[in-house]
């Protein structure tokens, strides 16, 4: 049974296939967060009802994380140790509590659009991190080509004919912008953190001391999020459903496929993301068309590139030996 499942999970076709579902669900978050802005009621200078609402939702994400992974370890997951504690309260305040927070007040100030696309610019941010601050890759030319070319996406994404800096606010597209940094850390971490610790529970837990942490923040400094509709509670069990799930899947198929296979896929998040705001809160695909598909493309195009997981090089090993 278990070797049936592992076969499955190998598979190219059903591997891609869950690995472009969790890029629907991330970027699904896009549309689904600015209208839990608007069925909540949260202004876009609320700052602490926005933060007290992500703090649920990762609360109770962390909750469900936590479940669906021991379900499927059929085993409850746990972290044990001062160093492992120490590794979840890092991460948490990378992944969760400073990424979070200058993801939803600066999405409170910009499109979903442009969001989706801006949050993607933490792919170039990790290589660079990995590669060159903490060596734990090698920066291929190949890899800061697609840097370069994802960046110029997003520099696009923000241009205005005639007027360049109307359409780019520090609180608005600068979070954004700062939240994708803060992931790319955090994605360098947990791949150093798993080499000693489950990385589904160290994001499970991650997530419920990073939601506690702002939930609290949000309460104490005035934040209001009345969910007394059925609306605001769909609402926020998508949001919190989304990233368990998302993380859970995305974290089985990298135990059982090779990182760059799997990361490859990771372009698809903001082509949803921009799809679904479209769709959903009937944005124009960030008032021009043919700026944005361009953009979409540089981004997609970096993505690809920076994940691409290039042949080993006999000769180099050879003499490296």
């Not at 994802?150 to 600068?174: H, K, P, Q």
């Amino acid at each position: 049974m278990i070797n049936r499942i592992k076969n499955s999970l190998t598979n190219p076709v059903f591997a891609g296939l869950i690995a472009i579902f969790c890029c629907a669900l991330w970027g699904s978050a896009f549309p689904a967060i600015k209208t839990g802005y608007t069925i909540l009621d949260i202004q876009a200078d609320d700052y602490f009802s926005q933060i007290l609402f992500a703090g649920i939702r990762f609360t109770l994400a962390g909750v469900l994380t936590i479940f669906i992974g021991s379900a499927l370890a059929k085993k409850p997951l746990s972290v044990k140790g001062k160093s492992s504690f120490k590794n979840v309260a890092i991460l948490s305040l990378f992944q969760t509590i400073l990424q979070y927070l200058l993801f939803y007040v600066g999405l409170a100030r910009t499109t979903g659009t442009k969001g989706s696309i801006l949050t993607s610019s933490s792919v170039f941010f990790a290589v660079i991190i990995a590669s060159v601050i903490l060596k734990q890759e090698r920066l291929t030319a190949k890899k800061l080509v697609g840097a370069v070319i994802g960046f110029a996406g997003v520099v696009i994404i923000n241009l205005r004919t005639g007027d360049v800096s109307s359409s780019f606010s520090l609180m608005g597209e600068g979070f954004m912008i700062l939240s994708a940094l803060s992931y790319a850390v955090s994605s360098v971490l947990i791949k150093s953190f798993s080499k000693s610790s489950n990385p589904v529970a160290l994001s499970g837990y991650q997530f419920v001391l990073g939601g506690i942490v702002m939930t609290v923040t949000g309460l104490v400094f005035g934040g209001k999020v009345g969910f007394n509709s059925v609306q605001a509670v769909l609402i926020l069990i998508y949001l919190a459903l989304l990233s368990a799930i998302a993380y859970t899947l995305w974290g089985v198929l990298l135990k059982y496929n090779d990182v760059s296979k799997i990361a490859v896929y990771s372009f698809m998040t903001p082509v949803f993301g921009c799809l679904l705001s479209a769709l959903f809160l009937h944005e124009s695909l960030a008032e021009n068309l043919v700026k944005t598909l361009v953009s979409l493309a540089l981004v997609c195009t970096g993505i690809s590139l920076v994940n691409f997981k290039e042949k080993n090089n006999f000769r180099e090993k050879k003499y490296e030996s």
